[in-house]
């Protein structure tokens, strides 16, 4: 297989061939290339049927890696297939299909990071985490890589739940003090960092319950009808921003209604996260509370599908498939054999 063979990555490649911590300065990199416009978004489209089933595709082109590509998966009861697919920018010939579920993961766990990093203060040390799904290990690992965390504090409503997250976090990260707690304010109470990673359709953060100076990573509430956090977290915000502006726009409920509702239509305060990396300046003195809010945009995913495409090609990782282009003229002769004369 040579390296202009389009290849199949799968889940075991992807994790083999890339770390959380590579994740997320494959990520910073594609930030510092938005920022710079040499990346950009194809906005995410979806479509929903039945009560609990949506499809979704998000992309991007990175001119200076000369690649584009999408990213579409489906959610249904019964699971989901998420495939991120690459085109070479200049051919538009087809250079991978990544198996992307440990990809997502990695990509939205590595966005609260990159937050992290740039909006907390530089001595958090204490995280709150609201929810214990399948996204929250990977959203505690990215801040623990950014952060030097002393405790991490675990709620979610399902005493189980929470309480066999909280073990699996104090095993995995040992060094650090891991404890449950009764309510979404005893979990925050004092916290320098929180994340919100919920499934959420009602606002359960309020501004009174969480502490000067913290982080909010609202990482959860990615479709209009979901809500994690109350309206009064925007005027102790001194600092807000966002993956995507346009995604936000529509489907973020929470900055909709602040923005839209309670200021006009102004929404000269929301950054966006790549400008504040290609800034590479701390978190500014003074501000009570800062909150980032990730929607989900194809530079993101495509930063790390290009970083695993380049790590795949120098291992000689995934397998080859056949190229369209060289498919198409055994289907012309097909269809010519069947023609009648």
Not at 330 to 335: F, S
Request: glycine share 8%.
């Amino acid at each position: 297989m040579t390296a202009a063979e389009p290849r199949w990555i799968g889940e075991a490649d992807v994790v083999a061939l890339m770390s959380l911590r590579d994740a997320i300065e494959a990520l910073e990199s594609g930030l510092a290339e938005e920022a710079a416009g040499t990346a950009r978004n194809l906005e995410k489209t979806a479509a929903h049927w039945g009560e609990r089933s949506n499809m979704h595709a998000i992309g991007a082109v990175y001119e200076r890696a000369g690649v584009f590509g999408t990213k579409t998966w489906g959610n249904t009861p019964a699971g989901s297939t998420p495939l991120l697919i690459l085109w070479d920018a200049e051919t538009a010939r087809l250079r991978a299909v990544i198996e992307a579920s440990a990809l997502g993961q990695m990509r939205t766990g590595a966005m609260s990071g990159v937050a992290t990093r740039w909006m907390s203060a530089a001595a958090a040390d204490d995280l709150a985490v609201i929810g214990s799904g399948k996204q929250a290990l990977m959203q505690v690992a990215a801040v623990t890589l950014v952060r030097p965390l002393r405790r991490i504090r675990v709620f979610s409503p399902t005493r189980e739940k929470r309480e066999a997250f909280a073990a699996r976090l104090a095993e995995t990260f040992p060094a650090i003090e891991v404890t449950t707690a009764p309510d979404v304010a005893a979990a925050v109470a004092d916290s320098a960092v929180v994340t919100l990673i919920t499934r959420a359709r009602a606002p359960f953060l309020e501004a009174s319950m969480v502490a000067y100076g913290v982080h909010v990573n609202a990482a959860g509430a990615i479709t209009e009808e979901r809500r994690e956090f109350a309206r009064g977290l925007f005027p102790r915000a001194g600092l807000v921003a966002v993956d995507t502006i346009p995604a936000a726009r529509r489907l973020s409920a929470e900055l909709i209604d602040w923005y839209d509702h309670a200021c006009g239509g102004d929404w000269s305060a929301a950054r966006r996260i790549c400008d504040i990396v290609a800034a590479a300046q701390p978190r500014p003195a003074g501000i009570d509370l800062s909150l980032f809010k990730p929607m989900g945009m194809g530079i993101a995913d495509l930063a790390l599908g290009i970083e695993i495409l380049r790590r795949a090609d120098a291992a000689g990782a995934g397998r080859p498939i056949p190229h369209p282009q060289r498919v198409v003229p055994r289907i012309a002769a097909a269809v010519e054999e069947e023609t009648p004369r």
